[in-house]
């Protein structure tokens, strides 16, 4: 059986302070650490052969610090940086809320029908994480792979796997690894629990 892991990117200050980051550097904290130390304990029992992340931090600081607590390898693959969120980088819900009330209010209410300025569409870059996703599956036939994915990546994600709608995109969102029990065949993958 194939396994893969999703892991949330670890916190950084810019995520406690609510700001989003796709293109800023930004290492993760001390509660960072401290959440990876807690997954390696919780994912000892299945250790991912490879964790993949892209090549940003946080995400590939979140996979060195875990790889190296489960004795395995982390990997830099292209394609898997978070969603960009163009001109709304860096800023803080507040921020956006005075300069783009309405448009913030709709984005937390479904955040596929709002495009923020110079920022990658939702639906693409779900498609292009499991475009990697789905080539990461095939190449782990079963075993168990990990993959890093930052504060948007991860709830597109899991829509996509779980065939939800991104009206839920919020609800899939999580501090914690998931762990999916998958087949994969030439197309895509697929659930088998």
Not at 105 to 115: A, L
Request: proline share 5%; aromatic share 8%.
């Amino acid at each position: 059986m194939t396994s893969a892991i999703l892991i949330p990117c670890a916190q950084t200050d810019w995520q406690a302070a609510g700001r989003f980051s796709s293109s800023t550097p930004v290492d993760v904290n001390e509660e960072g650490e401290r959440q990876i130390e807690q997954w390696a304990s919780m994912l000892a029992d299945h250790a991912p052969a490879t964790i993949y992340c892209s090549d940003r931090s946080p995400s590939d600081q979140t996979a060195r610090l875990l790889a190296k607590q489960l004795n395995t390898k982390a990997k830099k693959v292209a394609h898997l940086e978070e969603i960009g969120m163009g001109l709304w980088e860096g800023l803080t819900p507040e921020q956006l809320k005075k300069r783009f009330g309405k448009a913030y209010k709709q984005w937390k209410g479904d955040p596929s029908s709002v495009h923020p300025p110079e920022s990658e569409d939702l639906a693409d870059g779900a498609e292009r994480l499991l475009a990697v996703f789905n080539k990461l599956a095939r190449k782990h036939r079963n075993e168990c792979f990990g993959v890093v994915l930052g504060r948007l990546s991860f709830p597109a994600m899991r829509c996509n796997l779980e065939e939800a709608g991104f009206d839920v995109f919020w609800k899939m969102a999580s501090d914690q690894p998931l762990r999916y029990l998958i087949s994969a065949d030439e197309d895509k993958v697929v659930l088998t629990t």
